[in-house]
Nanobody
């Protein structure tokens, strides 16, 4: 059974930074595309960023491009989301997810394992 555990969320002022971490169980972590999604109250879950199996390719939602950076450490079974220049509209629960496919997908349908989520709140 694959387990994903996020950490690093919290309360930050607009313009500040946070770094989210996701620890994955299992010995095949490097075989899977990993992604971050978020869900704000009353809204649907939306794609934030994804990273290829090797870490050489990344993809971002337009709303976070240039502010967020996804990375991974396959030796440690970890994936990270560095979030800079945070805005109040970034407030959401952030989820780490493991993809079912070999290529980067932006739809949540392409991910079959999810963490429990970590709350990020950005105050204005």
């Amino acid at each position: 059974q694959v387990q994903l555990v996020e950490s690093g969320g919290g309360l930050v002022q607009a313009g500040g930074s946070l770094r989210l971490s996701c620890a994955a169980s299992g010995r095949t972590f490097s075989s899977y595309v990993m992604g971050w999604f978020r869900q704000a109250p009353g809204k649907e879950r939306e794609f934030v960023a994804a990273i290829s199996r090797s870490g050489s390719s990344t993809y971002y939602a337009d709303s976070v491009k240039g502010r967020f950076t996804i990375s991974r450490d396959n030796a440690k079974n970890m994936v990270y989301l560095q979030m800079n220049s945070l805005k109040p509209e970034d407030t959401a629960v952030y989820y780490c997810a493991r993809s079912t496919t070999l290529v980067i997908r932006t739809s949540s349908d392409g991910y079959n394992y999810w963490g429990q989520g970590t709350q990020v709140t950005v105050s204005s």
